[in-house]
C-alpha cells in the first residue's frame, strides 16, 4: 500500500529555515513532487514523477539550486515558485517522451520530409514516364535535411528543425527556420520551399498512430499558423495592416508594463525590456533593432539612429535618425556606457550542465533572429491581447505619426520605408488624416449679417 505523502513546508525561504537537514516534499501533481534537499551551506531543489508508459518506479532528477536567502530572484538560484515552474516543465517533456515511445518510434521532421520527398519523387517519375527527382526535393534536402558535398557544391548541415519529433514540433520551431532561411533567397523560391515543408509535415499527419496525435492533437494547426506568420522584416511582405494591430498609446504602455514584468520573472535582467522598448519608440524592426550599436544611441541628442533594413537589391545602407523621449533614454542609459561598436542590444545565452536539467548562462551576444517569438508569447498573455504581434509596434508608429498629421514622405523616412508602401497598407489612415488636415482649415464663409438678411427675408 502507497505511503501517504506528508507535504513540507517549502514554500518561503523562511519556512525551509526551519527544517532538519534532508530532502522534503510537496506534491505538483497525484505522481510527481517537488523536493528541497537541505545541507550543512545550501539547500537545492529537485522533482520526482511517475510516467503512466514505463512502470511504477519514481525518477528522479536535479532542478537547481534554491534561493535560501529570500523569495526574489537572485542569479543562480531558485525560488520555490521558479521551481515548481522548471520541474513542471521537466515532468511534462518526460511524460510526453515516454508517451511517444510507447506509441512506438517517434516521426521527426527528417522522417516526414523524406518520405514527402520519395512520394513526390514517385509521382513526377509517373507524370514524366522515367524516373526524375522532383524540385521539392531538392529544395528540402538543402534547407532542411542537409546534403553532401556534391561536385562544385559544398556540403550543406541539417536545420536544427529535422531533429525534431513531430509530437514536439512548436509553432516557434518553425518560425525560426523561415527566419533563418538566407536573406539572399528570391521571395518566390522561399515561399516554394515553405509550401514544400507545410506539404509534407501535413502528409504525416494521417501516418501518426492515436497515441501520437494525442500528445500533439494542434500539429496541423501549428503548421498553418506558423506558415502563414507575417514577416517580420520585409513590408512588402506584410497585409494591409489589420485594425487589431493598431493600438493607441494605452495599450503600447500595457504592452511594455508586461515586457517589464516578463523580463523580471524570467531573469532577462532588463535585456528584454529593453529592446521592446525600442521597438515602440522607433517602429523599427525587430531585424534593424538587433543590428545596432551602442554608438547609435545619443544620448544628449535624445535620439537613436537605426540601421536601414536589409530588403530590396543590395540592402539598405546608412541609418535613420529617429527621436524619441528622455524616457526611453533613461531605460537605455544601463547599457550605454560600453564600448561604442558593441552590439545595443544583448541577452544571455544558456547551456545545459552536462547530465543535468539545469540551465546556466553561457555568454552574452547580440539577439538572433527568432529570438523574441517565445517571450512574446508570455508578454501578450500578460497584457491580455492575445493576438497582437511584434509587428504592432511598428504598425501603431507609423499610424502615430500619420494622425499626429506628419506628412506621409517623412511617416516613411522615420520608418526606413516608402511612401507607396505607406498608401498601400495604411491608406484609410492617410484619409482620415488628410480629412482632418482639411477640416482644421475650414473657416466660416457666411457672415452674421448675412444671416440676418436671410432671415429677414
Not at 538560484?77 to 508517451?99: G, K, M
Not at 560600453?338 to 542590444?345: D, V
Not at 497584457?383 to 514622405?409: D, F, K, M, T
Amino acid at each position: 500500500m502507497a505511503k501517504t505523502l506528508i507535504e513540507a513546508q517549502i514554500t518561503t525561504a523562511k519556512a525551509r529555515s526551519r527544517l532538519g537537514f534532508g530532502v522534503h516534499w510537496r506534491r505538483l501533481d497525484a505522481e510527481s513532487h517537488l523536493g528541497y534537499r537541505k545541507g550543512k551551506r545550501s539547500g537545492a531543489w529537485l522533482v520526482r514523477w511517475r510516467n503512466h508508459h514505463d512502470g511504477a518506479n519514481y525518477k528522479q532528477a536535479p532542478v537547481g539550486v534554491a534561493n535560501d536567502i529570500n523569495d526574489k530572484f537572485a542569479e543562480g538560484t531558485l525560488t520555490f515558485e521558479q521551481a515548481v515552474t522548471q520541474a513542471r516543465e521537466h515532468v511534462t517533456r518526460s511524460r510526453t517522451e515516454a508517451a511517444a515511445q510507447a506509441a512506438g518510434p517517434a516521426p521527426t521532421v527528417r522522417t516526414a520530409v523524406e518520405t514527402y520527398i520519395k512520394e513526390r519523387n514517385a509521382r513526377d517519375s509517373r507524370r514524366a514516364g522515367h524516373e526524375v527527382r522532383s524540385d521539392a526535393g531538392h529544395r528540402l534536402r538543402r534547407y532542411v535535411l542537409g546534403q553532401d558535398e556534391r561536385g562544385s557544391q559544398e556540403a550543406v548541415e541539417a536545420a536544427s528543425l529535422a531533429a525534431i519529433h513531430l509530437h514536439a514540433l512548436r509553432e516557434g520551431d518553425l518560425l525560426m527556420w523561415r527566419e533563418n532561411l538566407p536573406v539572399e533567397l528570391k521571395a518566390t523560391t522561399k515561399q516554394r520551399l515553405i509550401n514544400d515543408l507545410k506539404a509534407g509535415l501535413n502528409a504525416a499527419w494521417p501516418r501518426l498512430s492515436a497515441e501520437q496525435k494525442k500528445l500533439n492533437p494542434t500539429f496541423l494547426s501549428i503548421v498553418k499558423d506558423a506558415f502563414k506568420a507575417e514577416r517580420i522584416d520585409d513590408d512588402d511582405e506584410i497585409s494591409v495592416a489589420r485594425d487589431n494591430q493598431i493600438l493607441p498609446d494605452a495599450q503600447v504602455s500595457i504592452l511594455l508594463r508586461a515586457a517589464l514584468e516578463i523580463d523580471g520573472e524570467h531573469g532577462f535582467e532588463g535585456d528584454l525590456y529593453r529592446i521592446v522598448v525600442c521597438l515602440a519608440a522607433t517602429g523599427a524592426r525587430f531585424a534593424q533593432v538587433r543590428r545596432m550599436r551602442v554608438s547609435d544611441a545619443q544620448r544628449k541628442e535624445q535620439r537613436l539612429m537605426v540601421p536601414g533594413s536589409y530588403k530590396g537589391r543590395g540592402g539598405n545602407g546608412g541609418s535613420v535618425p529617429v527621436p524619441v523621449g528622455e524616457d526611453v533614454i533613461e531605460v537605455l542609459s544601463p547599457i550605454l556606457n560600453r564600448t561604442k561598436e558593441a552590439p545595443l542590444f544583448e541577452r544571455w545565452s544558456y547551456e545545459q550542465a552536462a547530465g543535468s536539467i539545469v540551465w546556466r548562462k553561457s555568454e552574452r551576444g547580440p539577439w538572433k533572429t527568432a529570438e523574441l517569438s517565445r517571450p512574446w508569447q508570455a508578454i501578450r498573455e500578460r497584457a491580455r491581447l492575445p493576438e497582437v504581434i511584434p509587428y504592432a509596434l511598428r504598425h501603431s508608429s507609423i499610424v502615430r505619426g500619420l494622425r499626429n498629421r506628419l506628412p506621409i514622405q517623412h511617416v516613411a523616412k522615420l520608418h526606413n520605408t516608402s511612401v507607396k508602401m505607406i498608401e498601400r497598407h495604411y491608406a484609410k489612415y492617410i484619409s482620415t488624416a488628410l480629412e482632418d488636415l482639411a477640416r482644421a482649415a475650414v473657416v466660416p464663409l457666411v457672415s452674421r449679417l448675412d444671416e440676418n438678411m436671410v432671415g429677414h427675408g
